[in-house]
């Protein structure tokens, strides 16, 4: 991985492989790009492909606490890509990384965005002032209470929340290293970033939103009314349900989803 530091000195690594335009992958919360490991050769082949260790996560550092935000996530992504001389890309955020992606989007514009493709995430998780594409079951005494479970014992959230991401039983193997890989955030950090998440709303980005735009959720996915909602909020967007995918399709479906992403990246640039 290259290192990069930010203009608050955090540390921030990420993957960089192949040539063409520019594909920027964002992952989910307590997550890394070690998620994206089953798109990084397909999608390298035409496109120059950055995976991104946000602030916090994987490899990359946090300074403290107090930089947990998805609108310090996106500040990073925005220096990096001005580090990395990248004024235009298409960009793929999954779960939290797709949140991340709405508040970059809010940061940078329409014009620095050649696709922009929204998996398994909302904008705005809880629902109300005319929103109902939020979690079901979702209140802000619930979030309350899974940041507390999470500064008691974050170890046990992760390991009962890791498995349920996914349609099938992850082989023992997967799951241990996927268990490792969530348990690697600063558990302050994990905690105050994911209540920024959960109580968070990106849906005033939705209608700037010029690009072409492709948004994916799992069949049973609990994030999949959400992602359905923001079909007509993004002007032109397409959706696609992967059918036997959870929360993570990319993964599930490695090569349904590298196929369905690059048709669509490609249709839109020609």
Request: include cysteine; aromatic fraction near 8%; hydrophobic fraction near 45%.
């Amino acid at each position: 991985m290259v290192p990069f530091v930010t203009s608050d000195g955090a540390k921030i690594n990420y993957l960089r492989r192949g040539s063409g335009e520019t594909i920027v992958l964002l992952h989910g919360w307590s997550m890394s790009t070690l998620y994206w490991r089953r798109q990084l050769i397909p999608l390298s082949k035409n496109f120059n492909v950055i995976a991104i260790d946000l602030r916090g996560h994987g490899m990359s550092a946090t300074t403290d606490d107090n930089d947990a935000s998805i609108d310090r996530l996106a500040a990073d992504v925005v220096e990096l890509m001005r580090h990395l001389n990248v004024d235009r890309f298409h960009a793929i955020g999954w779960s939290m990384g797709a949140s991340v992606l709405l508040a970059l989007h809010d940061r940078l514009g329409a014009s620095s965005f050649s696709t922009v493709t929204l998996v398994e995430q909302p904008p705005k998780l809880l629902n109300g002032d005319g929103w109902f594409g939020g979690l079901s079951d979702l209140t802000v005494q619930k979030v309350e209470s899974q940041v507390a479970a999470i500064r008691t014992d974050r170890d046990a959230v992760i390991e009962a929340f890791v498995p349920t991401m996914f349609e099938l039983p992850l082989t023992p193997s997967a799951l241990e290293q996927f268990v490792k890989d969530a348990k690697r955030p600063n558990v302050g950090f994990a905690a105050s970033l994911f209540k920024d998440l959960s109580l968070g709303s990106w849906l005033h980005v939705l209608p700037t939103i010029e690009s072409p735009t492709l948004l994916i959720a799992g069949a049973s996915s609990i994030a999949r009314i959400g992602v359905e909602h923001m079909q007509s909020r993004i002007a032109g967007s397409e959706l696609i349900i992967f059918e036997n995918s959870r929360h993570c399709p990319f993964w599930e479906e490695a090569d349904h989803f590298n196929w369905r992403v690059l048709d669509f990246i490609q249709r839109q640039t020609g």
